[in-house]
């Protein structure tokens, strides 16, 4: 497949529409959400005007659309929005996802959940806790992914909540409880690696089998969590490889709001990982090049793909496209390759609404062109 240079991909989840969330509810549309949802099919003719399900639920009686055909609709709307910004990997937005780690958890065999904790800024997952042996119930994300399959007209990259991140916001009871001494840090350690390795390979693994087999070839495992403990980095590292082991994929890790460089070299035992995707945008100050960090991949002779964060995802002031070719022209330089490089978000803009990551992502668009424009001008 030929890219441009700088291709762009999405990198997590989107704001789910008020008409989803009403609607998937079986509540009455109220004037906001219709309003919303007869603008955005203006825009991106994500469904046809004269379907008769829409037209019902566009009216006093939008609670006899069936829920299942809502949330359709909803994975319609986060694939078209993102093809209709150009992007060259797409998914949709999570749109059939509870949370990230509360969708996969549901999926597996040894967990108790136990309650709401905050997670950020307002946001709260419902946390579980190991209380006996990790399995699969069956595998997930199948259906969302066959479903995008049948409809994608750009390549499809499925993100996966890793087994590191999954044992980090869970209580290890089960692994932890069956060591002797598991109050001291060496116990505690092994305890949390066999937990990590028993997601990946009873959970994770046979997951990413199926969806391969259903024709999935891209493949984002997300590790959030990778940066709250970074003596834990082989951790990591170990759960990636034992997730992935053997299966015909193209793998990348997004690793968002860390200091990497606590993270090297034990994350580069990553085997195969092909691309790192990475935050920056967040922390790129007149007085702070967040790029130059990317040395850290030269010094220790890294050089697989980066997917390279320049939209900041928690803040609404957005970017203009010279800044962001800008940033992909100072990491390039560093690198030292521009044909390494991705062009994504830091993260997931669900804490976005969806007017302002529009017009983030279009930025993102804009800003590649310029700066492939600016690498074929150098050298000709």
């Not at 529409?17 to 906001?32: E, H, I, K, M, N």
């Not at 040894?110 to 190991?130: C, I, N, P, W």
């Amino acid at each position: 497949m030929t890219r441009p240079l700088f291709p762009s991909q999405e990198i997590g989840s989107l704001a789910r529409p008020r008409w989803q969330l009403l609607g998937q509810r079986g509540a009455l549309l109220d004037a906001r959400a219709r309003t919303e949802l007869t603008s955005w099919n203006e825009r991106i003719h994500f469904l046809p005007s004269e379907d008769p399900a829409l037209k019902l639920l566009l009216s006093e009686r939008s609670t006899e659309v069936p829920a299942a055909t809502v949330r359709d609709w909803g994975s319609l709307f986060g694939l078209r929005y993102l093809e209709a910004l150009g992007l060259d990997r797409v998914y949709d937005g999570e749109a059939r996802r509870v949370e990230m780690y509360e969708a996969a958890v549901r999926h597996m065999e040894g967990f108790t959940f136990e309650g709401h904790v905050r997670s950020f800024d307002q946001k709260y997952y419902l946390k579980a806790a190991a209380t006996g042996p990790v399995g699969l119930t069956a595998p997930y994300h199948l259906e969302e992914f066959r479903f995008l399959k049948g409809l994608a007209k750009q390549e499809l990259k499925l993100p996966v909540t890793g087994p590191y991140t999954i044992a980090d916001w869970s209580f290890n009871e089960h692994y932890l409880g069956r060591r002797p001494g598991w109050k001291h840090r060496a116990a505690r350690r092994e305890a949390q690696r066999e937990f990590v390795e028993a997601v990946a390979r009873n959970a994770i693994r046979p997951t990413l089998k199926a969806l391969v087999a259903a024709g999935c070839r891209v493949v984002q495992i997300d590790e959030p969590a990778a940066g709250t403990h970074p003596d834990e980095a082989e951790l990591v590292a170990a759960g990636f490889n034992a997730a992935t082991e053997g299966i015909d994929a193209e793998f990348s890790m997004h690793i968002c709001f860390s200091d990497y460089r606590s993270l090297f070299p034990a994350l580069l035992e990553a085997k195969r990982c092909s691309q790192w995707a990475l935050e920056f945008a967040n922390r790129d100050t007149a007085d702070h090049d967040a790029y130059a960090e990317l040395e850290l991949l030269n010094e220790y002779g890294d050089h697989r793909a980066v997917g390279l964060g320049v939209l900041d995802v928690h803040r609404d002031a957005v970017e203009t496209p010279e800044v962001v070719r800008d940033r992909i022209l100072r990491a390039a330089k560093v690198l030292g390759d521009p044909s390494r490089l991705w062009v994504n978000p830091d993260c997931g803009l669900r804490t976005r609404s969806l007017e302002v990551a529009w017009q983030k992502l279009t930025s993102l668009g804009q800003g590649a062109r310029l700066a492939r424009a600016e690498i074929a001008g150098s050298a000709s």
